[in-house]
T-cell receptor
């Protein structure tokens, strides 16, 4: 069964450093998303991406965040200058055209900022 | 804006039936989804209701009442592996982005 994959599974970085989280969505999906989940809290939407551009973003997704689809398979989330409060699990998700609601989530990247 | 309320924790025994409620407030309504998340795992889509009534998928069913801004997830014949967090998520009109509730931790005892 096709699945969303994410790398790395765990990333430790120092405050102020840049990190890039990588995702490979399901191959025939067209809609891509990033979410984050701070430990013990709810899943929060960050950004959605379609047709090579951002379609929606939340208040959390400020200027320090950016997304890119550099080739036909990868979807990345970059955090330019990490802060302690960026420590969270980051989930990538993708959706096909056949469903307007069913998103498939990747296993997540746990980001720890020290 | 959108907000959702669901109980923080529910406990039940193996073989029982449990209902997890979700009430929501949203400016415009498009649909209510349910996701399951095991500790350390990714959310997994369970069900979606856009219209009033009950949707059944195996041991899991989901109900929606749009007039009451209320829905629930019903889990039957509980198994230990059902111990997880369950999130309801609502989509408002004009957006494909779900807003998630804070999740209900379901603990299934033997």
């Amino acid at each position: 069964e096709p699945e969303v994959t994410q790398t790395p599974s765990h990333q430790v970085t120092q405050m102020g450093q840049e990190v890039i989280l990588r995702c490979v969505p399901i191959s025939n999906h067209l809609y891509f998303y990033w979410y984050r989940q701070i430990l013990g809290q709810k899943v929060e939407f960050l950004v959605s991406f379609y047709n090579n551009e951002i379609s929606e973003k939340s208040e959390i997704f400020d200027d320090q965040f950016s997304v890119e689809r550099p080739d036909g398979s990868n979807f990345t989330l970059k955090i330019r200058s990490t802060k302690l409060e960026d420590s969270a699990m980051y989930f990538c998700a993708s959706r096909g055209q056949e469903s307007s609601y069913e998103q498939y989530f990747g296993p997540g990247t746990r980001l720890t900022v020290t | 804006g959108q907000s959702l309320e669901q109980p923080s924790e529910v406990t039940a025994v193996e073989g029982a039936i449990v209902q997890i409620n979700c009430t929501y407030q949203t400016s415009g309504f498009y649909g209510l989804s349910w996701y399951q998340q095991h500790d350390g795992g990714a959310p997994t889509f369970l069900s979606y209701n856009a219209l009033d009534g009950l949707e059944e998928t195996g041991r899991f069913s989901s109900f929606l009442s749009r007039s009451d801004s209320y829905g629930y997830l019903l889990l039957q014949e509980l198994q230990m592996k059902d111990s997880a967090s369950y999130f309801c998520a609502v989509k408002g009109k004009g957006s494909y982005i779900p807003t998630f509730g804070r999740g209900t931790s379901l603990i299934v005892h033997p």
